[in-house]
């Protein structure tokens, strides 16, 4: 047997029968929130089953949301906080290892460049011994 949409609201009507005002407009605002159809029949047997009272009772207020949103954001807040800050202690650990790389480049270059420098100078100096020997040698002979 087949419920068209009028006997399933008298079966609303009788589930809500010698309920308060209060009660029945809790029970369609809950329905309209959670975008439950009153004629639902999960709807009409948890409301019979009398569960639908304890949801009702036990809802929480839109106070109790808004102070748990807070939280939720608080949470929220400490947590991105956190990772940020230990992505900054990442980065500034990365750009150290990064300056130090370039210190100890620049002080191999600079290292090469006065070995070079040293190389010629000591070669000049070879070659001006040599030939001041040479000509001293020279001069001897002569």
């Known amino acids: 047997m087949s419920y068209g949409a009028a006997d399933t609201k008298s079966l609303l009507d009788i589930a809500l029968e010698g309920q308060s005002e209060e009660y029945r407009r809790k029970v369609l605002e809950l329905a309209f929130k959670g975008k439950i159809e009153p004629t639902d029949p999960i ?17 929480p207020k839109p106070e109790d949301f808004e102070l748990a949103f807070d939280r939720w954001v608080g949470r929220i807040n400490k947590t991105l906080a956190s990772y940020e800050r230990v992505a900054v202690e990442k ?4 750009i150290a290892e990064a300056v130090n790389s370039l210190v ?7 290292v090469g460049t006065s070995a070079r420098s040293l ?24």
């Open 119 to 142: 190389v010629v100078a000591a070669g000049i100096l070879l070659t001006t011994l040599g030939i001041g020997a040479l000509m001293g040698w020279m001069g001897l002979l002569m």
């Open 104 to 110: 100890r480049q620049t002080e191999l270059k600079r």
């Open 91 to 94: 980065q500034e650990g990365q």
């Open 43 to 59: 709807f009409l047997i948890l409301l019979a089953m009398g569960r639908l009272e304890v949801l009702i009772q036990e809802s």
